[in-house]
């Protein structure tokens, strides 16, 4: 059986504008939003889409000389002409050789949703054009020297978004016949008798352009906020020892804990969580007992790895509970080093992290003393 053919598409993120009306002393697309650049999100919206195989920036030269670097690193960056229509060629010039269709979108749009991207590119399978738009609801007035003047008829009126796709070929041909002052793209394909589909828009992908839109792509970033829960269990039998680990501390006792590391089972249950969270597997399949080279691990190698990957994948965590059930040791005691212990190698405020401890009333393997066992359950944050 072979394959359909699955086009290829790049998106092509334009973030060559000076972006003046937003204030501030850089152009909009590089200024922190929560703390990231605005660009970094619309970088990583598509990044993150399984649709699309290249995600390809366009710089100002400025920029670029000034040493500006995206946080999120595109598949490759251009430099920008002097104007709009200029940057966009050169990001239709400099896209992958097998590149079938391509999305171009203004870095300023941070709140792109992968819907608005599937329509967009279910529309392509039809159109050689399609872009997102958003029907005028609002009455719309003529005015002048602060009076109104007449109404508009707004029948048929559209306020334009982005990302706008096209296939490439016919475009690149249309923007190469074109005029330099072209500064969209939709004109320029329709000027070369393309037909281009209107897909529905959203209000909230918004073009950050002046200083008040910050503050509003906040308030929709708290809305949109991509929140994870994950839980972990693991349970670890006594055997010989006078002490055992538990969420990072040593603690005296008359046995040991037996395991292929450390048999932190307190610290396993919290690593199990975030693998969970995230959807990546436990502990087992990132570190096999089977080989050799965990043996006998300290389990904050572990745990350092699961948080290295959920702010790999743009995760912060928010916070970890984590129960532990046995008759002894005592955990009271040691709660606050725990807590202290667990937050230093998660990089978090320990007042993010819980250590509670709980007997099972002399009841199953924990009741007879045959082992300890920890649940655990964290939570996850990308903004
Ligand atoms: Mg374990």
């Known amino acids: 059986m072979t394959e359909p053919h699955h086009p290829k598409t790049a998106a092509i993120i334009v973030a060559a504008g000076r972006g003046t009306r937003a204030g501030g002393e850089i152009p909009k697309q590089w200024q922190q939003l929560r703390g990231r650049q605005v660009a970094s999100y619309t970088i990583e919206r598509f990044l993150d889409h399984p649709r699309i195989d290249q995600v390809v920036l366009v710089m100002h030269p400025d920029d670029i000389a000034a040493g500006m670097t995206p946080d999120i690193q595109p598949h490759a960056i251009f430099s920008g002409g002097a104007t709009r229509k200029a940057s966009v060629l050169a990001g239709l010039e400099g896209v992958a050789q097998d590149v079938d269709r391509v999305l171009i979108h203004d870095a300023a749009r941070p709140l792109v949703s992968k819907d608005i991207i599937d329509r967009v590119l279910d529309a392509l ?21 602060n009076l109104v003047t007449g ?88 055997g010989p020892g006078d002490h055992v680990w538990l969420c990072g501390v040593q603690i005296p006792h008359t046995r040991g804990l037996k395991g292929h590391s450390d048999a932190d089972v307190g ?96 009841l199953g393997f924990t009741g007879r003393e045959e082992g300890i066992a920890a649940i655990a359950t964290v939570t996850l944050v990308k903004s």
């Open 151 to 238: 109404l508009q008829d707004r029948a048929g009126l559209y306020r334009a978004q982005t990302p706008q796709g096209f296939h490439l070929t016919p475009l690149l041909a249309a923007h190469r016949a074109s005029a330099d002052d072209a500064t969209d793209d939709v004109a320029v394909a329709r000027a070369a008798g393309l037909d281009v589909a209107i897909v529905a828009g959203d209000e909230d992908n918004i073009k950050i352009t002046t200083p008040g839109d910050f503050a509003r792509a906040e308030k929709l970033m708290d809305h949109h906020m991509d929140i994870r829960c994950g839980n972990g269990y693991d349970v670890h039998r006594f």
């Open 267 to 362: 610290m396993h249950a919290v690593t199990d969580a975030i693998y969970g969270a995230l959807g990546m597997g436990d502990i087992g399949q990132h570190f096999p007992p089977s080989d050799p080279q965990w043996k006998g691990a300290a389990s904050h190698i572990f745990l350092e790895h699961a948080v290295a990957l959920a702010s790999e994948h743009g995760f912060a965590i928010s916070n970890a509970d984590c129960t532990l059930v046995c008759e002894y040791p005592k955990i009271g005691p040691h709660q606050p080093a725990m807590k202290a212990a667990l937050a230093y190698i998660m990089g978090l405020d320990a007042n993010r992290i819980s250590v509670k401890a709980t007997t099972s009333e002399r």
């Open 125 to 145: 399978e039809a159109y050689q054009g399609a872009a997102p738009a958003v029907a005028v609801t609002d009455t719309l007035w003529h005015g002048q020297d």
